[in-house]
């Protein structure tokens, strides 16, 4: 049989054909028909083994066929073919959605309208709206102002077709895969975003943008465009268009406007209320002159400022703001926060940038209900006011003039903030002393160097575990150690006062910073940190040093407010929420449960509350918050704190149904830098010091005992003030513990704790009124730092 033959063969039964010049029916190898075939194998094995022969060779045929197949339908030129279909689809898709978008008309204005701002019943807290708007011809703006949002925003914004179709379609791609915005946008197309549309993040709109920036590139004028979008843009401070803004900056009209005064302008449009110098953190100044420094680098590469020029220009200090109608009093901070707190939620939820959201949220007919209410408000206000401004003379006493209030309340089992302070008049003082985070919190971070300490089951430097009855030496000054080398670090206690032999409890009461200086040590800066983290803290970019034991960090009443929540909350995390709802026109914003999940064990948070109830029933408190006549049973718990120079003091505390942080702060009228509060009211016997103990405290107990009723903590523990201390405190030698003694766990109702603490441990005695029943309140954590650390810790503001 030839070969055509064979594979004709194969084709037909999937084996191959017999060999020529041998019968296809006689053995192979001489064999007789009948007999046995060569080799002895009998006939059958013989027959099996050809049909496993056809078998195999019968799979490999289909395996082939199924290559042959997918060579047939996947050809090089079949592949290509479909690339340039699919190509002539996306341009056939195009050029129908550029023939069916119009260019509509402009909208900026109609889409301007007053936010609505409800207290938790419902009723109006306050109507913000009045839009601050007043277009000009760019003939009226000088040519470098112009250029200075050209250098910000696109440089290619006289040659470009008005789209960045990279950029696009990355924005498109990040849309789609709900990774925010993080593509390119061009002048043209923010200005057709501004007039012609909205700030929505949807695939549609994003389409949309481009087409009508395309059309309106091909149809308008450069200028047309850059007076359009320099017009229709939100500076911030409830200013549109950029001559409200200079009048809002800088109290001149636009054609007065210098190149570094625009070149401020067109840095703020990239996040406005961060941006605003009047009301800037110290991240929020840096950030913003580096965008100004940014923008002016970009005009001398573009040849449109002279290099000499630009090097000899200074940063141009905007005027304070002034406040909007509605916005008096309280109603300002509430509203700005407000603002805040519903622009991070469509930056988390659509994926905006800081710019989009202002935009979106200011003036464009939100009803907000908030979860304050009207009784607690008014409350905290009256406090406020009774135990500290009344007292306040800034003609006597220029001191008087420096100093600043802020409180947030927060209910630790749904997280709503019911009621903020923060500050005596938004129109009068534009910072929001409850959400400020530039001043230390100072001790008030103990109890977090506590918590890391239980929650990491941590040890003494001598192996002993750490908790309410540990013994440490308090003597002030000494060099704190780590596995017998000293750190290089040795904290003084407040006037210097020595202790001795001491537990940690009595500690915690007396505030002693030698003690938690070593325990920090002990448990880990690191791990210390990593804890402060977990119950709130933003902790980036912060050190792990020593030094932060003694809430070197910056801090906000809201942000300690959420930590001590999380604390009576039983670890559960507490972030506080200013919002209970955000409406606008038929959509609604998905507000998120402000509770969170378990950050710390149950056991540490009530421990810390436990010990957190010695502060202010023997401790540092107990004049104003436990021997106060407004109590009514109430079991407390909370912390003091004095800051570094007595730049800040503060107490925050609760009970089992309310938290509330309260802040004193010392900001120089004129200047802003942070100043000493000694001496303000002149109430207080030389040298005049305001402790957290003082004011802070008599504050939160005159509100909180008047909004409250009886309650005492459910605590899960066996350690601290709230219960029986054990008839042996944990001994541990130096540096632990220096005294072979074992001290008293005292709780002694005094400021000034003495210098020969009792060798003999007693049980701690019951206190007047009321008596302790659970465990109270836990202290507070230092919230996110708003600096850098400088070489000095303790003076991290330099």
Known sequence: MGRAEERRARQRGGHRAAPRGRSSGAPAGGASAGGPPAGGAPAGVESGGRAATRAARSGKSAKGAKKGLIRRLFTWKKMLGTFFGMCLLVIAAF???????????????????????????????????TVNRESVDLSKVPKDVQRCFVAAENKTFYTDVGIDFRGTARGLLNTVTGRGTQGGSTITQQFVKNYYLNQDQTVTRKLKEMVISLKVDREKSKDYILAGYINTSYYGRNAYGIQAAAQAYYRVDADKLTVEQGAYLAALLQAPS????????????????????????NMVKQHWLDAAKRQAMKFPVPKDPKGTPGEEGQKGYLVQLANQQLEQRLMDQ????????????????WTITLNITKKRQAELEKAVKSQLTSKLDAKKRKVDGNVQAGAVSVDPKTGKIV??????????????????????????????????????????????????NTVYDGTSGREVEDHGTKVGFAPPN??????????????????????????????????????????????????????QTLGSMGASPLEMAGIYATFDNHGKKVTPSLIASAEQKNRTVDIPNPVGDQVISRTAADTVTSVLTGVVDDGTAKDSVAGNPLRNGQQVAGKTGTSDKNKS?????????????????????????????TGATGLIKSPGRINGGGYPAQIWATYTFGVTDKATFDLETTQGAAVAPSDTPTTSPSPTATASHSPKPSHSPTHSPSNSPSDT????????????????????????????????????GG
Do not use: C
């Not at 550029?98 to 109507?127: F, H, T």
């Open 95 to 129: 050029i129908g959605l550029y023939l069916w978008v119009d260019v509509p008309q402009g909208n900026a204005a109609a889409q301007q309208e007053s936010n609505v701002y409800k207290y938790s019943d419902g009723s109006i807290l306050a109507r913000v709206g």
């Open 274 to 297: 961060q941006y605003d110098w009047g009301v800037a953190s110290a991240t929020g100044k840096k950030l913003v002159t580096a965008r100004w420094n940014y923008v002016l680098d």
């Open 350 to 365: 659509q994926g905006m940038t800081q710019a989009q959201a202002e935009n979106a949220v200011v003036d464009h007919g």
């Open 419 to 468: 009621a903020l302070y923060g500050g005596q008049d938004y129109f009068k003082h534009y910072i929001n002393n409850a959400t400020r985070r530039d001043y230390q919190p100072a001790s008030t971070f103990k109890p977090v160097i506590l918590a890391a300490a239980l929650e990491e089951n941590a040890q003494t430097q001598d192996g002993k575990p750490i908790n309410a």
């Open 494 to 547: 407040e006037d210097k006062q020595s202790y001795g032999p001491i537990t940690v409890q009595d500690a915690m009461d007396k505030s002693v910073n030698s003690v938690f200086a070593q325990m920090g040590v002990d448990v880990g800066m690191d791990k210390v940190m990593s804890v402060a983290g977990k119950l709130g803290m933003n902790t980036k970019g912060m050190q792990a040093v020593p030094a």
């Open 649 to 677: 003091a503060w107490f925050t505390g609760y009970t089992p149904d309310l938290v509330t942080s309260v802040g004193l702060f010392g900001e120089e009228r004129n200047t802003g830098r942070q100043v000493p509060l």
């Open 761 to 796: 441990p007693t049980t701690k005695p019951p206190t007047s009124s009321p008596p302790p029943t659970s465990n109270p309140p836990t202290s507070p954590n230092p919230p996110t730092p708003t600096g850098n650390i400088t070489n000095n810790p303790l003076n991290p």
